[in-house]
């Protein structure tokens, strides 16, 4: 008893702290409900007895920020700061626009909101565990941090010039994923570039990095001259990144950019703008972000099916300058815009040896919600995210949210579940981005995307009927409560609600399946890790007997570490065929996800490439976008993340193993990676 008083009152000193570092939060949790968590586990994916620490590995390293003491957050304070966010922002709009606020409705509400995510029954997405209740966001007012992903067209360069290059370097650099077209190909003539003696400081920000790309390309684009760029301002390496995180790189991956944009464009005058010069500017900017960021990008190029130099991008037989360390092309996933009996034939074997390009059916998206919902409220939308699951108009992004159905063992607690998750997502959009032309679509939409994951897991264990049961009835609960609160918060209905995304990292944390797919392997497996050299979870991870070896990728920087893990019990994804995995998709599309559905279809190339031509005919009209990926039966390459081991051999590397000293770790003020775009690994292509 005296030690639980002890833990109490420390508690107590620690909430008079707390009351301090958010103090920006309009509304909080009461401490003594959220020290009744403090004691407790949480929902851990992959936990057995404490030894195996994949859940809470994602949650260390992914999303538990650095507090004000210099420690590292907990679950459960990490939570608070998320659920204190979310009901600051509707307590904000409600009090900004006179609207009723009734407080202790506010706290039952938001207490049952963090029991069910503490409990593994919803969560934000990575991105909102990261950045949710962060002066970033709340302070602020402003969301890009929280926004996933977003789409941005080029069909109007020939008077936006490089506006949107320079937007998707913009929110790049948020770690925001973007997708983008070639629609303005053959619409600018190239100039000559003209050297000047004026010379320009870059300023040491995220706006100066973007101002220079912006003022180069618009050197070549209207003949003006390229001032001198003077890199001076700009912070050394390893300086730290204030607000956002991170640590600097230093001046030299825009220098990088300057140089490679200057090779691609100079010497060519009174040439067009090619639909590969589009896409190589914007795959350049993505490789300088992920160099001068530390952080990965996600980009889709969205094309004509009969481009056929757009369909050669990957080709690195007819463009190796676009492979290998000194590339860029590896920087974007490759789709086209296609319309339901459009000829495809000639794509096939394409897909079939490398699985691109992506099949993207503009006119099912513009004409439908779910599949049998006509309606044409996305009749704007030009395109999707980097990883499929939302349709968009240019300059939208996409605010997501992630449930999990087999945390639940009946429809109705579910139904509960999706209240919460719902107001996450439409709280969200209370706030504006930092991008005028992205709040004018983002106001008058309000997309959200309620998604599911664990989808497979769940068919497996409780059959089709059932989940097409569940996601029928769960999809006219969300639209129930959205006409509710969005007659109380006084704005409009979302066009859209739900959606599939691929989830990641925050599957792990749960321990669930992601998205609508199957996993790599079930039962007995190893998961390969992969974490900076100097990271402190290195040291004490191999002291608690685990295998950690130099990643063989960066052996000067990475090490990669093995940890055994007990999957669920059910078929991995190459156990299941081809026909099977684009089928479930195409029956969340129908029954669930009014947006899209998030689908890569792993195939076996020698025994199934043959079925591709059939598998996109058959499923035309049933699905808004799908994409393929070669997966042959091979051995295991070195260090990959899931490793095949025989039950002998996974029960000795468990036998080896003891616990994490948590405590240690914890008590380090190391930075999350945090997550970008929809996911931290599922469509992660840099």
């Given at each position: 008893m005296a030690k639980n008083w002890a833990l109490?009152?420390?508690?107590?000193?620690?909430?008079?702290?707390?009351?301090?570092?958010?103090s920006y939060l309009s509304f909080r949790l009461r401490d003594q409900f959220v020290n009744d968590y403090i004691i407790q586990v949480p929902a851990w994916g992959f936990d057995m007895g404490g030894f195996n620490t994949l859940g809470e590995?994602?949650?260390?390293?992914?999303?538990?920020?650095?507090?004000?003491?210099?420690?590292?957050e907990r679950f459960y304070e990490g939570l608070r700061r998320v659920i204190e966010g979310m009901y600051s922002i509707q307590k904000d709009h409600a009090l900004a626009n006179r609207l009723p606020w009734d407080e202790d409705r506010a706290h039952r509400s938001a207490e049952e909101a963090y029991e069910r995510a503490f409990r593994g029954k919803w969560s934000p997405p990575g991105r909102g565990f990261w950045m949710m209740g962060t002066p970033f966001v709340n302070q602020r007012q402003d969301s890009s941090a929280l926004q996933n992903c977003g789409f941005l067209s080029t069909k109007f360069i020939a008077t936006e010039l490089a506006k949107p290059f320079a937007l998707l370097m913009n929110m790049s650099m948020l770690g925001v994923g973007v997708g983008f077209d070639t629609l303005g190909a053959g619409t600018i003539t190239l100039h000559n570039s003209k050297g000047g003696h004026i010379s320009w400081a870059i300023a040491d920000s995220r706006e100066g990095w973007c101002r220079s790309v912006e003022t180069m390309l618009n050197g070549?684009?209207?003949?003006?001259?390229?001032?001198?760029?003077?890199?001076?301002?700009?912070?050394p390496e390893g300086s730290p990144i204030n607000g956002f995180g991170g640590t600097s790189a230093g001046p030299e991956p825009l220098k990088k950019l300057h140089r490679m944009l200057t090779g691609l464009l100079d010497n060519r005058e009174g040439q067009t703008l090619t639909s590969s010069d589009i896409v190589d500017i914007m795959n350049m900017i993505g490789k300088c972000v992920v160099a001068a960021n530390v952080r990965s990008s996600a980009e889709i190029a969205l094309g004509d099916p009969n481009d056929q130099?757009?369909?050669?991008?990957?080709?690195w037989k007819v463009n190796p300058e676009r492979m290998g360390a000194d590339g860029w092309g590896y920087t974007s996933n490759n789709s086209v815009v296609v319309e339901q009996g459009d000829d495809l034939s000639h794509l096939v074997p394409g897909i079939s040896l490398n699985g691109e390009p992506g099949i993207y059916w503009m006119d099912v998206v513009r004409t439908h919600g779910r599949i049998g919902d006509y309606n044409a409220k996305d009749h704007r939308a030009m395109g999707v995210n980097p990883c499929g699951e939302q349709p968009l108009e240019n300059h939208e992004l996409c605010t997501l949210v992630e449930t999990y159905p087999t945390k639940h063992e009946t429809l109705e607690d579910y139904s509960r579940t999706l209240k919460f998750a719902y107001l996450y997502g439409k709280s969200v959009t209370l706030l504006a981005t930092q991008w005028p032309e992205t709040n004018e679509v983002m106001i008058r939409n309000r997309r959200i995307g309620t998604s599911m994951t664990g989808i497979a897991q769940f068919a497996e264990q409780r059959g089709w009927q059932e989940l097409k049961r569940w996601q029928n009835e769960g999809y006219q609960v969300i639209r129930d409560w959205d006409e509710v609160?969005?007659?109380w918060l006084g704005v409009r209905e979302s066009i859209r609600v739900t959606t599939v995304k691929?989830?990641?990292?925050?599957?792990?944390?749960f321990g669930v399946t992601p998205g609508c797919h199957w996993p790599k392997e079930s039962g007995y497996y190893v998961r390969t890790v992969r974490e900076n050299v100097t990271n402190p979870i290195v040291a004490v991870m191999r002291s608690a007997g685990y295998r950690v070896e130099p990643n063989k990728m960066n052996p000067q920087h990475g090490v990669v570490i093995y940890l055994p893990v007990v999957g669920p019990d059910m078929r991995a994804e190459r156990d299941v065929s081809v026909w099977e995995k684009v089928a479930l998709a195409a029956h969340c599309q129908r029954y669930w996800s009014d947006n899209s559905v998030s689908v890569t279809a792993t195939f076996n190339p020698e025994r199934e490439g043959e079925q591709i031509g059939p598998v996109i005919r058959a499923f035309t009209g049933q699905l808004k976008a799908l994409s393929f990926l070669p997966d042959p039966d091979e051995e295991v390459y070195a260090q990959d993340p899931y490793i095949r081991v025989s039950q002998a051999d996974w029960e000795a590397m468990y036998d080896a193993v003891r616990p994490i000293d948590w405590d240690a770790l914890y008590g380090t003020s190391l930075e999350p990676e945090g997550e970008r775009y929809c996911s931290n690994d599922s469509c992660e292509v840099l």
């Open positions: 109490t009152r420390e508690r107590a000193n620690d909430s008079r702290e707390r009351d301090d570092e958010f590995w994602a949650w260390f390293t992914k999303y538990s920020r650095v507090k004000a003491d210099g420690t590292k070549y684009f209207t003949g003006k001259i390229i001032p001198e760029f003077d890199y001076s301002k700009i912070r130099e757009f369909l050669q991008l990957k080709d609160y969005s007659e691929p989830s990641g990292t925050v599957s792990l944390l």
